[in-house]
């Protein structure tokens, strides 16, 4: 990632005032996130619900909703993630806690979905081993919800997940 803009194509500040980590297989692919800014930073889960391939969450969603929701239920996901969706590239907020029994039919509605926490911390949070431990939990807790995203038999690759890590309390 450059850190300063091409300003032949860009008005405003010549350096990019954001940071962002993720890990995903490919570029537009369900992925996990740390984004920086310079008063916050923003960790979580960004899901792609359109249509293509290697892209499994559209599908899924309608074949394993009863199994999606008891996921939320099991791993207290429940109200600790806000939900956000993409429109013309801008990021809107559906629901500042999501809970997937009230909301479920956002996942459907939108094609691309961020559950997210948003967090204002110390300077000497952001430079310690915290942040570290706070995206480990977090992929952690949202894992299950990957597998739903990333094959085409989810639920073969959630028994992968537990059997290797254990269930998600």
Known sequence: MRLNKDMRFVKGEPYR?????HFGRFKLDS???LYFEPDEFQIGMFLNNTKGENRYFRQNLSKFKKEILNLFEKNN???KFSFHYFKKMKTIKAVSKFDAKKHFELFEKHEMILLQ???TP?????????????MIKMISSLYPLYCFA???QPMKELQKFE???GEMT
């Open 17 to 21: 005032n954001y940071f962002l980590i």
């Open 31 to 33: 992925e996990f996130f």
């Open 77 to 79: 996901l429940n109200n």
């Open 117 to 119: 926490k948003v967090k």
């Open 122 to 134: 110390s300077s000497k949070a952001l430079y310690s081993s915290a942040i570290v431990l706070e």
């Open 150 to 152: 990333i094959s085409p």
């Open 163 to 165: 059997d290797n890590f």
